[in-house]
Nanobody, 131 residues
């Protein structure tokens, strides 16, 4: 069972940047697809970004359409961390951000956009963007 812990959240002004990090209890690089989701007050959880192993030492990254160009997902630290760089943040992006992991079988590098596709979740971390 993978345990996930998010860090790096906090308060930022509109237009600012934050970098979230997700620490996993084991190497997830070639075994799990990883994703970031968020839930804003009064809204449903939504997909933010994800990454899946594509063989060797490469991985693919995918994003919610509205976030392309501002958010970047990356993996590091021997496959135990997944980061989300968020730039030019907007007040409406205030939310609790969650890291998630989905077991990935060899050759199945398809994007996973639905929360139901993920098995393991972190506790979430608050991101507040002030106007």
């Amino acid at each position: 069972q993978v345990q996930l812990v998010e860090s790096g959240g906090g308060l930022v002004q509109a237009g600012g940047s934050l970098r979230l990090s997700c620490a996993a209890s084991e190497d997830t690089f070639s075994s799990y697809s990883m994703g970031w989701f968020r839930r804003a007050p009064g809204k449903e959880r939504e997909f933010v970004a994800g990454t899946s192993w594509r063989g060797a030492f490469t991985y693919g990254a995918y994003y919610a359409d509205s976030l392309k160009g501002r958010f970047t997902i990356s993996r590091g630290n021997a496959g135990k961390t997944v980061a989300l760089q968020m730039n030019n943040l907007k007040p409406e992006e205030t939310a609790v951000y969650y890291c998630a992991a989905a077991k990935q079988t060899y050759g199945d590098s398809r994007p996973r956009l639905l929360g139901s596709e993920y098995t393991y979740w972190g506790q979430g971390i608050q991101v507040t963007v002030s106007s």
